[in-house]
């Protein structure tokens, strides 16, 4: 499986079935699940906590962190996806609309005029 071959629809799948198998359902309440993810959030979030900003560019470098960090994020994002199951959220739209209100609550204007020197 690869970014530039696989569907948000098959890693719904791919989530669902793990949970199906194990007979998860009954503890992947919104609640749990979001609790959850807040945890695999502060999991990831360990491996920066005393990086500079440099540094932590840097892990790209470092094979055995990359993996790490990589394990972390696909938990964060099995989760994220699990509750969006649970939810029965369309992912696609829900992002779509959630940028589209960034748009305006951000505008490229005030954005390039506050990061100039």
């Not at 999991?43 to 440099?54: A, G, K, T």
Request: aromatic fraction near 6%; include cysteine.
């Amino acid at each position: 499986m690869s970014d530039n071959e696989t569907t948000v629809q098959e890693l719904r799948n791919l989530v669902d079935r793990f949970v199906a198998e194990r007979s998860w359902q009954k503890h992947h309440a919104p609640k749990n699940l979001s609790m959850a993810l807040a945890i695999e959030a502060a999991e990831l979030m360990e491996h920066f906590q005393w990086l500079d900003v440099d540094a932590s560019r840097d892990i790209v470098h470092d094979t055995e962190t990359l993996q790490a960090v990589g394990e972390e994020l696909a938990d964060v994002v099995c989760y994220a996806i699990a509750l969006a199951n649970t939810l029965k959220l369309d992912l696609s739209t829900t992002i779509a609309k959630k940028m589209r209100k960034n748009e305006l609550k951000y505008p490229v204007s005030e954005e390039l005029h506050r990061n100039e020197p």
